[in-house]
């Protein structure tokens, strides 16, 4: 199957790389490094070597004078490895250091002072629509989601549903990060129910019959894994009263419905309903990383229930979105949108829906989250997609 080219920038300095597994974090570092020095820890035996001798490192770069890059993927593996990176990063200066990970949890004390500076931070997300090109289906994408690993099987319902299975095989139960993974699962399968939601963790503890203690330990774990995302509030210059808790969002949509248990009594469009609104956090959530400029991703939500799902806030951009599950828009779906556009008169507010046309009601655009999605690309302002 031919390489898609993906919208990622990669540094001109040393950095890290981190994304979930199976986003192609690996794919794309071969493909753009071709000769670079290569240290794979996911290989049995060179995390057996490394793990034991992370001074081994030294010996390989000195024994390879010609290679000024050097690729470490899965650094979270052995950490201790950190310590012989810096050493090298603070007094050689031609070489080149790239290193990923699939959870922050190891990393964060060992790699504190080294990512302070001296590494800089990346981030690999599932597949963009518009990486896909033609190939890409929403139906499909809110099917399986778009992580590159599912996207590219020939048996995406089977290695999706293997997905999590290896996630508490190899991160969770492996490195011993929970003590009881039977109420880790539970808890996966329960903040679910979350996703696409303002998040209630008093809530999902008693669903879960835990502590509220134990649940935010475990929502930790789930984002130390790049597994889930929080969307906080839009609260800047606000104008009425606005609830405080953050929105909860699994990184892909696919791996969403997964996890989420299903069942007769389930109505399919509360299913369908918050899994194309996760496909769209996901997409923005890579339209900020991928950019130049610095954009944040936040929602909005008054306590009298006036909601909309999406405000990107930075330097070039200020722009409201509400997705909608539905062929047809009415006046009432827009007036959250005309809300939050009377209190701040300078956004670009616009409703991405299931239908095939692109309409002007009240001065809202109405378009097709198919095409939104399709023309979305780091290089282009929001506002600029949605004019078109």
């Known amino acids: 199957m031919a390489t898609k080219e993906r919208f990622f920038q990669p540094p001109?300095?040393?950095?890290?790389?981190?994304?979930?597994?199976?986003?192609?974090?690996?794919?794309?570092?071969?493909?753009?490094?071709?000769?670079?020095?290569?240290?794979?820890?996911?290989?049995p035996e060179s995390y057996r070597v490394y793990l034991a001798r992370p001074e081994r490192l030294v010996e390989f770069i000195e024994g390879n004078p010609d290679k000024s890059i050097i690729v470490i993927?899965?650094?979270q593996k052995v950490p201790a490895l950190l310590d012989v990176i810096h050493q090298y990063v603070e007094k050689k200066a031609d070489l080149k250091f790239v290193l990923t990970g699939s959870s922050a949890r190891k990393l964060r004390r060992g790699a504190a002072?080294?990512?302070?500076?001296?590494?800089?931070?990346?981030?690999?997300?599932?597949?963009?629509?518009?990486?896909?090109?033609d190939e890409f289906e929403i139906t499909k994408a809110l099917k399986y989601g778009l992580v590159p690993l599912i996207v590219d099987s020939f048996d995406a319902t089977a290695r999706l549903n293997a997905y999590i299975t290896l996630y508490l095989k190899e991160e969770v139960q492996a490195e011993g990060i929970v003590r009881n993974t039977g109420n880790f699962s539970r808890f996966l399968e329960s903040i679910s129910f979350s996703h696409g939601s303002v998040l209630n963790i008093s809530?999902?503890?008693r669903d879960c019959e835990v502590s509220r203690k134990t649940v935010?330990?475990?929502?930790?774990?789930l984002e130390d894994l790049l597994l889930a995302f929080r969307v906080p509030v839009f609260s800047k210059r606000a104008k009425r009263n606005l609830v405080k808790h953050e929105k909860f969002y699994y990184f892909d949509t696919g791996v969403y419905r997964s996890i989420r248990p299903k069942g007769p009594l389930d109505r399919p469009e509360e299913i369908e309903g918050v899994a194309l609104e996760g496909l769209v956090a996901q997409h923005l959530r890579a339209w900020c990383a991928y950019q130049r400029e610095m954009h944040q991703l936040y929602y909005w939500r008054t306590k009298s229930g006036k909601e909309v799902d999406f405000i990107l806030y930075g330097e070039g951009s200020f722009v409201a979105l509400?997705?909608?599950?539905?062929?047809?828009?009415?006046?009432?779906?827009?007036?959250?949108?005309?809300?939050?556009?009377?209190?701040?008169?300078?956004?670009?507010?616009?409703?991405?829906?299931?239908?095939?046309?692109?309409l002007n009601i009240n001065d809202i655009l109405c378009i097709p989250c198919d095409d939104f999605l399709k023309q979305l690309h780091p290089d282009k302002e929001i506002a600029q997609t949605i004019r078109g």
């Open 12 to 43: 001109a300095s040393s950095y890290l790389l981190f994304g979930p597994r199976g986003t192609g974090k690996s794919t794309f570092l071969r493909e753009t490094y071709p000769d670079s020095l290569w240290v794979d820890l996911l290989d």
């Open 73 to 75: 993927d899965e650094i």
């Open 113 to 133: 002072n080294l990512l302070a500076g001296r590494l800089l931070d990346a981030s690999l997300h599932p597949f963009m629509a518009a990486e896909l090109e």
């Open 203 to 205: 809530e999902v503890a």
């Open 216 to 221: 935010e330990g475990y929502l930790e774990i």
């Open 322 to 358: 509400e997705v909608k599950r539905t062929a047809k828009v009415n006046n009432k779906d827009l007036s959250s949108l005309k809300s939050f556009r009377e209190d701040y008169p300078e956004v670009t507010v616009a409703m991405l829906y299931l239908g095939k046309e692109r």
